[in-house]
C-alpha cells in the first residue's frame, strides 16, 4: 500500500516491518528482565542457603 502526496509522488508504507520490529525488541526486553530476574533470584537463594 503506497501513500500519496500533495504532488503525485508515492512512498511505499513501512509501517508493518516497523511494528514487527518493535515487537520483536519488546519481546528480547521481556526476555532479558525476566532472564535477569531469574539469575538474581537464584543467587539470592544460593546466598540464603537453599541451595540449587
Known amino acids: 500500500m503506497a ?3 500533495a504532488y503525485g509522488a508515492t ?3 513501512v509501517r508493518s ?3 514487527l ?3 520483536a525488541f519488546v519481546a528480547v526486553l ?3 528482565f525476566w532472564a535477569g530476574a531469574a539469575w538474581i533470584g537464584q543467587a539470592l ?3 540464603a542457603g ?3
Open 30 to 32: 521481556g526476555v532479558a
Open 3 to 5: 501513500r500519496q502526496f
Open 17 to 19: 516491518t516497523t511494528s
Open 45 to 47: 537463594l544460593r546466598v
Open 21 to 23: 520490529a518493535c515487537l
Open 11 to 13: 512512498r511505499p508504507m
Open 50 to 52: 537453599f541451595g540449587f
